[in-house]
């Protein structure tokens, strides 16, 4: 699929989101070599990668979904990548907790390219004063930028206005694309793909 968009097969990170799927389901690829693995729920995670880290200490670790401030704490030192910084409360609450534990995960700012009021990131006409703000109020390293489309739009005009607002903050690294898109989203020059049913098949609950 790489190929065919013109970029090397290694150019896109391919993220397993093995959110609502037990140990015994994420075993068999960290045996087949697989580290990264992301998961949209603090709870969940804490309940089942600290086991798993422990045997492949190797693993990366990244958080997809939306975090509650009160949550910082526990993300900052279970996560290796948190991909859904969105706005100031939560950067200063992560800032903290990177300074008091002394971990640094790596940070992508999400980005409400759909600007639904039921999704998480900031608003596209808001992200550059909060890239900044990132990293001149509170001294954090910024990766790159993270969006997941409205459902049933065409995405591409979503992957593209992320490549954009990256581009304008010097930014490298795009996290982009599902099951369903992530050919778009590699062809538009997503650096990470997020893929958890064509890894692990359906999930059991709806909207999960
Ligand atoms: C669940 C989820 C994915 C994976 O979605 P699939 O369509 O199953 O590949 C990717 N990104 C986020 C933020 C998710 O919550």
């Known amino acids: 699929m790489l190929e ?14 093995s959110k609502t799927h037990g140990a015994e389901r994420i075993r068999p690829l960290l045996e087949a070599g697989h580290r990264i693995f992301g998961e949209n729920r603090v709870q969940e995670a804490a309940a089942k990668w600290p086991a798993l880290k422990a045997d492949y200490p190797d693993i990366e670790l990244h958080l997809v ?13 279970l996560f290796d990548v ?7 409360k939560i950067a200063r609450a992560l800032a903290a907790e990177m ?34 703000q990132c990293r001149e109020e509170f001294g954090l390293v910024i990766e790159g930028l993270m969006c997941i489309p409205p459902m049933g739009d065409d995405p591409a005009p ?4 992320l490549a954009k607002i990256a581009a304008r903050n010097r930014l490298t690294a795009l996290s ?5 898109d992530y050919a778009v989203a590699v062809r538009l020059g997503a650096t990470h793909v997020r ?3 064509a890894i692990f098949g359906e999930r059991a609950q709806a909207g999960a």
């Not at 065919?4 to 150019?11: F, H, I, Q, S, T």
């Not at 979503?158 to 206005?161: D, K, V, W």
């Not at 982009?176 to 369903?180: F, H």
């Open 4 to 17: 065919e968009a013109g970029r090397a097969p290694d150019a896109a990170v391919v993220t397993a989101v």
């Open 65 to 77: 979904g939306p975090l509650q401030s009160n949550k910082a704490k526990e993300a900052v030192a």
């Open 82 to 88: 948190i991909e859904t910084v969105d706005r100031p």
């Open 99 to 132: 300074d008091r534990q002394e971990r640094t995960p790596r940070l992508f700012i999400q980005v409400n390219t759909g600007e639904e009021d039921q999704k998480a990131g900031i608003a596209p006409d808001e992200a550059d004063a909060f890239i900044a």
């Open 158 to 161: 979503h992957f593209a206005l």
């Open 176 to 180: 982009m694309g599902m099951s369903g």
């Open 195 to 197: 893929i958890g049913t």
